[in-house]
């Protein structure tokens, strides 16, 4: 495997862990699925998850690219940078996603959603 895959395969498995010590079901996804490295539901509410290891990401064309191929997501991003031997983090680790997608999830988790179907209620508006 050669050092980049590594590196991402190392972050997508550390955020999987994180989630499921948060109490929620993760996995990784399968390694041919574009734009989705990690899926996660919480409480009912399935979340396709893009995560990025690296110094700069152009966050709104990640976000849009996997909205467009799964109606709605996340992206991780871990931002890093160049140091003597090794490249190391810059600030804590984000994850971003689309207002819409946001309140949708939220109102669905406090059981706020008018017709059980968050995501097609976000495509609806959309």
């Given at each position: 495997m050669n050092k980049p895959k590594a590196k991402g395969t190392a972050r997508e498995t550390w955020l999987v862990k994180k989630f499921i010590a948060a109490g929620f079901e993760a996995k990784r996804a399968p390694n041919n699925m574009a734009s989705r490295d990690v899926d996660?539901?919480?409480?009912?509410?399935?979340?396709?998850?893009?995560?990025?290891d690296r110094?700069?990401?152009?966050l709104h064309e990640t976000l849009k690219e996997i909205n467009s191929r799964y109606g709605l997501g996340a992206v991780v991003w871990h931002r890093t940078k160049p140091a003597a031997r090794k490249r190391v983090p810059v600030g804590p680790t984000l994850i971003a996603?689309?207002?819409?997608?946001?309140?949708a999830m939220v109102q669905y988790l406090i059981g706020g959603h008018d017709d059980g179907d968050a995501r097609a209620r976000v495509e609806r508006e959309r």
């Amino acid at each position: 495997m050669n050092k980049p895959k590594a590196k991402g395969t190392a972050r997508e498995t550390w955020l999987v862990k994180k989630f499921i010590a948060a109490g929620f079901e993760a996995k990784r996804a399968p390694n041919n699925m574009a734009s989705r490295d990690v899926d996660v539901e919480f409480g009912g509410f399935a979340m396709p998850v893009e995560v990025k290891d690296r110094g700069q990401l152009n966050l709104h064309e990640t976000l849009k690219e996997i909205n467009s191929r799964y109606g709605l997501g996340a992206v991780v991003w871990h931002r890093t940078k160049p140091a003597a031997r090794k490249r190391v983090p810059v600030g804590p680790t984000l994850i971003a996603m689309d207002v819409d997608h946001f309140i949708a999830m939220v109102q669905y988790l406090i059981g706020g959603h008018d017709d059980g179907d968050a995501r097609a209620r976000v495509e609806r508006e959309r």
